[in-house]
């Protein structure tokens, strides 16, 4: 799985899988905006970002903000990738994507998602 901020640069975040900590995404350096394509903004260096190995099976993974630079909230992208790029779907070949947004330094609401049977 990757998780990347977008929008407003500066965003890190920690993920969890059945509330066991997978690890932080990198710190952030510093710019404004990466804009709204997390491919853009996976591609620039001062954007935090990270990659979380997953195999197959049931997930439930959880998304905090844990340096929030700014008031508004803050955006972040996720997508469930495999070693020859991203993961189908069952029945389809649809990206799991998401923008979840972030207000006051609460956590990100709990996304449920179950992984495809390996191939």
């Known amino acids: 799985?990757?998780?990347?901020?977008?929008l407003?640069?500066?965003d890190q975040f920690r993920v969890y899988n059945f509330g066991?900590?997978?690890?932080?995404t990198s710190a952030p350096g510093s710019g404004t905006s990466c804009g709204f394509d997390p491919e853009v903004c996976l591609a620039d260096p001062n954007v935090?970002?990270?990659t979380f190995?997953?195999?197959p099976g049931n997930y439930s993974i959880e998304?905090?903000?844990?340096?929030?630079?700014y008031r508004e909230g803050a955006t972040a992208y996720f997508r469930a990738v495999g070693p020859e790029g991203v993961v189908p779907e069952p029945g389809s070949w649809a990206l799991v994507a998401?923008?979840?947004?972030?207000?006051?330094?609460?956590?990100l609401?709990?996304?449920r998602r179950a992984a495809p049977p390996a191939a």
């Open 1 to 6: 799985m990757v998780v990347t901020d977008i």
């Open 8 to 10: 407003l640069i500066g």
């Open 20 to 24: 066991a900590s997978l690890g932080l």
């Open 48 to 50: 935090s970002s990270g």
């Open 53 to 55: 190995p997953l195999g």
């Open 63 to 69: 998304i905090e903000g844990v340096l929030l630079p």
């Open 98 to 107: 998401g923008v979840l947004a972030l207000l006051g330094g609460s956590r």
């Open 109 to 111: 609401r709990r996304i």
